[in-house]
């Protein structure tokens, strides 16, 4: 059995920030979630979190596939996987929920390790802040904190990345005897170095080849540093594979993003989550993309969009705004100030200027006009509007849900709609115009006289 226990138990002090260190986002992205989706890509057959501190705040984040357990008191690693207990059997491989560009190779090798323990080292010109490895005749043995450590051990340069593999007996053996004898009273798991290798187990090292791998986020900067760093090598990426990038500086794409070759971003653009931008699309400038798929040939311009679906050779925005439920088919004109959400948009349809479609299916080449509105709510529930094939919604119309409109119809500018609509008839639904003449020069008169 292979199993991944990430510690995101940390308050996260030197962040501070009123939320937990591993909520925090690189690209859209939790940190949390970069370390459980590499435990995921790994050869892993269980894998578990250990939360504290802002655990509430964790939860959401967390797949339902993945188990949960609870430091009480953030007093040391060794604590924090102590709280997992009954999760440790088989190999257990420790990783952190602040520590987000470990590799699923480096994991996958981990697991094969036949120490029983292993631990994952690198080598840092500015080791400040990390445990040293301090060896003799080139076997390690033992861990130093920086807070413990002597001066000469300071100027040790190979560093604990706090990364190790354990068989779940050792593992066990070791968290039964670790004390708290150090500056800060905490249980640190380092010290099982010294524990396994006085009962006789054996204990390797393996130094990764990227230091910059199993560096942690501590604080602000260090995130902005992260996030920097891991944007550029994302859109490296990118250019390298044939994306065409206009300003790389102020493009940002999370990993989980896929970009065809061909597609062009324009400054100022953000595209997150599960997005997918397909060859020749042409997002930005200013816009944001989470979580939606975008179709060939089809320009999203100063736009807002999330979990929605876009197709091919469409035009949306500027100022648009798709919302989560958005399903829009081929050749769509979706205009300034346009806000949908949770509706189905046929081939073809229009809607320029000004308006709201919520909960609407809508038909083929149907026209919706400026200052059109589908009035869903009703205080209550949601509402649908289904709109047929070919209709011309007139402005500043008003579709009082639920309510149908046939194929062909055409509703006069200025209508309430509160009854269904049969195809290819003429709906008006406002009050008469009435026009008093030369009422204005008569009030006239009247102020006049009264002074």
Not at 33 to 57: S, Y
Not at 60 to 78: H, N, R, W, Y
Not at 219 to 242: C, P, R
Request: with cysteine; hydrophobic share 40%; proline share 4%.
């Amino acid at each position: 059995m292979k199993k991944v226990l990430i510690l995101a138990a940390g308050l996260g002090k030197r962040m501070n920030s009123p939320r937990p260190k591993v909520v925090h986002e690189v690209l859209g992205k939790p940190l949390l979630n970069w370390t459980i989706d590499v435990a995921k890509e790994a050869k892993t057959d269980e894998i578990g979190v250990v939360l504290g501190h802002g655990a509430e705040l964790v939860y959401p984040l967390i797949p339902s596939d993945v188990k949960i357990f609870i430091q009480e008191s953030q007093v040391g690693t060794a604590n924090a996987v102590k709280a997992a207990k009954n999760f440790l059997n088989g190999k257990v491989v420790i990783l952190y929920g602040d520590v987000p560009l470990i590799s699923s190779e480096v994991v996958n090798f981990l697991f094969e390790s036949k120490a029983n323990m292993t631990i994952l080292t690198a080598i840092l010109e500015t080791p400040f802040g990390y445990g040293r490895i301090v060896r003799k005749d080139g076997k390690v043995i033992k861990i130093v904190e920086e807070n413990d450590a002597t001066d000469d051990i300071r100027k040790i340069k190979e560093i604990n990345s706090g990364i190790y593999a354990f068989d779940s007996e050792s593992l066990v053996y070791a968290l039964d005897r670790i004390k708290n004898n150090n500056k800060k009273g905490e249980y640190y798991l380092t010290d099982a170095v010294e524990i396994l290798l006085a009962g006789g187990y054996v204990v390797e090292t393996v130094q990764v080849k990227n230091p910059n791998s199993v560096l942690g986020v501590n604080t602000q900067k260090e995130l902005a540093t992260l996030i920097k760093n891991v944007k550029d090598d994302i859109n490296n990426a990118l250019m390298d594979a044939g994306v065409t990038i206009e300003e790389p500086q102020t493009t940002f794409v999370g990993p989980d993003v896929i970009v065809e070759s061909g597609a062009v971003l324009k400054p100022f653009t953000f595209i997150y989550g599960k997005s997918r931008i397909s060859s020749n699309a042409s997002i930005g400038p200013a816009t944001t993309i989470v979580d939606c798929t975008v179709g060939n040939n089809t320009f999203v311009i100063r736009s807002d969009c999330s979990g929605s679906v876009i197709g091919n050779n469409c035009s949306i925005g500027p100022f648009s705004r798709l919302r989560p439920g958005t399903f829009i088919e081929d050749n769509v004109k979706i205009g300034n100030y346009v806000e949908v959400k949770n509706s189905h948009l046929s081939k073809g349809v229009k809607s320029q200027h000004l308006t709201y479609l919520g909960d609407a299916t809508i038909g083929e080449d149907t026209n919706i006009g400026a200052g059109t509105i589908t009035c869903n709510y009703d205080g209550i529930r949601k509402n649908k509007t289904f709109i047929g094939k070919n209709v011309f919604v007139g402005s500043n119309t008003a579709l009082v849900a639920p309510v149908k409109v046939g194929d062909g119809a055409l509703i006069g500018a200025g209508s309430t709609i509160t009854d269904d609509v049969p195809a290819y008839a003429l709906a008006l639904g406002r009050a008469k115009q009435l026009n008093k003449e030369e009422w204005v020069l008569k009030k006239r008169r009247d102020s006049s006289d009264e002074k």
